[in-house]
T-cell receptor, first 112, second 114 residues
């Protein structure tokens, strides 16, 4: 079992719709979770971090965390073509060394 | 805040030469920096964790004598690819560790070895 799992996609949504990206992780002791966006040919860019169960909202983005189910998700409201990118879920493993384990990413395509 | 730079952004070199890549945290001090490699259409692969003033910790399968890492200050880490070969051609990305295990990525360095 991979430590962090994501559906590779592509996930296709029309402009204006809600895009839902999902991620599961294996280490029950993990406390810190991150979503990064990576455009083709570019490096990852931090979108959101989440540390507690529940929802965390930032503009059009909402991160959701359920530690009991070992599940973290990212919702993008009012999706725009500029949101088309690969979204990486990252989990800080309970090693004390600040190391992140990344999923393989979900490719999102937002069509005009 | 949390700006990380990398230099150079792109480098082309001949097989057998060494290439040095610099990673700087511009507006914060980073005790820990990380070096990743990403091949086309693949995920990020952590190569090593660099701690200021101490030896880097390499991931399994990464040759420490080939990928030399120096973290001489709280704002600078360097990766030197020694005796580069075409199979080392890749996108090398550094990140700097911030609060609560957040990592901020540099823009990456695209290496092409001929």
């Amino acid at each position: 079992q991979k430590e962090v799992e994501q559906n590779s996609g592509p996930l296709s949504v029309p402009e204006g719709a809600i895009a839902s990206l999902n991620c599961t992780y294996s280490d029950r002791g993990s406390q810190s979770f991150f979503w990064y966006r990576q455009y083709s040919g570019k490096s990852p860019e931090l979108i959101m971090s989440i540390y507690s169960n529940g929802d965390k909202e930032d503009g059009r983005f909402t991160a959701q965390l359920n530690k009991a189910s070992q599940y973290v998700s990212l919702l993008i409201r009012d999706s725009q073509p500029s949101d088309s990118a690969t979204y990486l879920c990252a989990v800080a493993m309970n090693t004390g060394f600040q190391k992140l384990v990344f999923g393989t990413g979900t490719r999102l395509l937002v069509s005009p | 805040g949390a700006v990380v730079s990398q230099h150079p952004s792109r480098v082309i070199c001949k097989s057998g030469t060494s290439v040095k890549i610099e990673c700087r945290s511009l507006d914060f001090q980073a005790t820990t920096m990380f070096w990743y490699r990403q091949f086309p259409k693949q995920s990020l692969m952590l190569m090593a964790t660099s701690n200021e003033g101490s030896k880097a910790t390499y991931e399994q399968g990464v040759e420490k004598d080939k990928f030399l890492i120096n973290h001489a200050s709280l704002t600078l880490s360097t990766l030197t690819v020694t005796s580069a070969h075409p199979e080392d051609s890749s996108f090398y990305i550094c990140s700097a560790g911030g609060r609560q295990e957040t990592q901020y990525f540099g823009p990456g360095t695209r290496l092409l070895v001929l």
